[in-house]
């Protein structure tokens, strides 16, 4: 079975400068697809960015860039010129390209906190 | 489009109670899901349907069941609640499909119902 870890579970960073958020996936499928979701204190889980893993370019949405390095199982979510409105929870998630399923398997999430 | 709803938004409910939580979707799509969150354990998933008659359980699918009779209602019951249950719910749903290109749609999540199980 698959599985999602998000090691770091709160980070804080000042306004207008960058921060890493780190997760690590363990799997051995070679083809699924990732996934950044962020939760605000309103609770709607919003997709931030995804990640095809046949895709050797790394995936960008405006301030949000992603570093997937497959080899390592490594898929980092990299937010450029915080804003407060970055303050959420960020969960990384893994779906398998495989099979007639869509299931999402998430890590547990990491609480990010934007300071003025 | 309304997208994906759910309701109630909060519901709080005794030991054996049973109830159903409601989720539609108008986009036509055919893949629902329920997942239930608790503190530090991210989404975890309940139970699933790929289409229309057709459901299978997920991660953590014991005292829930479900069923689809159209592809826009998932509903969630609980038979029995017990304390053990009070999470917050997300039904969500996505186009789905067997191409390589499908297993990267975005999956569109409800507003949740936060449910307390005295």
């Known amino acids: 079975a698959q599985t999602v870890t998000q090691s770091q579970p709160e980070m804080s960073v000042q306004e207008a400068e960058t921060v890493t958020l780190s997760c690590t996936y363990d799997t051995s499928e070679s083809d699924y697809y990732l996934f950044w979701y962020k939760q605000p204190p309103s609770r709607q889980m919003i997709l931030v960015i995804r990640q095809e893993a046949y895709k050797q370019q790394n995936a960008t949405e405006n301030r949000f860039s992603v570093n997937f390095q497959k080899a390592a199982k490594s898929f980092s979510l990299k937010i450029s010129d915080s804003q407060l409105g970055d303050a959420a929870m960020y969960f990384c998630?893994?779906?398998?390209?495989?099979?007639?399923?869509?299931?999402?398997?998430f890590g547990k999430g990491m609480k990010l906190t934007v300071n003025p | 489009n309304a997208g994906v709803t759910q309701t109630p938004k909060f519901q709080v409910l005794k030991t054996g109670q049973s109830m159903t939580l409601q989720c539609a979707q108008d986009m036509n799509h055919e893949y629902m899901s329920w997942y239930r969150q608790d503190p530090g354990m991210g989404l975890r998933l309940i139970h699933y349907?790929?289409?229309?008659?057709?459901?299978d359980q997920g991660e953590v699918p014991n005292g829930y069941n479900v069923s689809r009779s159209t592809t826009e209602d998932f509903p969630l019951r609980l038979l029995s609640a017990a304390p053990s249950q009070t999470s917050v719910y997300f039904c969500a749903s996505t186009r789905g499909g067997s191409g390589g290109q499908a297993r990267a749609n975005e999956q569109f999540f409800g507003p949740g119902t936060r449910l307390t199980v005295l």
């Open positions: 349907s790929v289409g229309a008659g057709i459901t």
């Open positions: 998630a893994y779906r398998s390209g495989w099979g007639g399923s869509e299931k999402l398997v």
